[in-house]
């Protein structure tokens, strides 16, 4: 939403129109681009409401594919925070453009909640927005920057990896110490290492290659 002093008039003066609805290109709108963003799919919605006060409001949804950096050292205990920063590097924050957001950090939580799947591999649970000027080429620009932190559900992996890897563990331990004989502790043995070979290899397909330390469950 921003404002143009130049598209105002008076609705008394135009059958009490207060509000007309034009294409993208009839007016000049803020160039904006987000800086994680890899590729995505814009709404075919190109049009921005008028007031007859010269508000411009231009509401498009669009899905797009993210860069996040994701720190998997808890895994599948971990927490992920990734970042959708909003900027415009055409015009500077000093003399042309300031990006605000309109709403509350509350507020978008509430209204993510209510958007996100509750059902899925992971759990919304906390938004930030950080507003700063951004240096480039010796001038400022304004970003805004949105923090979702994101819990992952770790009940599918503790029943499909956890329990069997510690299942494997004690079954090793009690053919270690059991009463059998040495021929058939080496077969049990051989079995272990099978089993804990087809777990490594579940939990090699299942973490992200774009993790510089490896989880703890993996190293163990």
Known sequence: EWENTFATWDPQDFC?????????????????????????QNSNFENVVVMHN???????TFQVTLTCSLMILKFPFDTQTCNLSVASFL????????????RSPAEMMEDSHSYFLTDGEWKF???????YLEQMNDENFSVVTYMVSMERRPTLYILNLIL??????????????????LEEKINLQIAIILGSSMLAVILNDILPTSSNKPPVIGTH
């Open 16 to 40: 009490n129109i207060s509000r007309v609805i034009l294409p993208m290109d009839a007016y000049w709108s803020p160039p904006i681009f987000i800086l994680e963003r890899v590729n995505g």
């Open 91 to 102: 015009y500077p924050a000093v003399t042309d453009l300031i990006m605000r957001t309109r």
């Open 125 to 131: 649970t906390n938004l930030t927005i950080l507003e």
């Open 164 to 181: 069997p890897t510690c299942a494997l563990y004690l079954l090793d331990m009690a053919v270690l110490f059991g009463p059998s004989s």
């Open 54 to 60: 010269g508000s411009f409001n231009f509401t498009q």
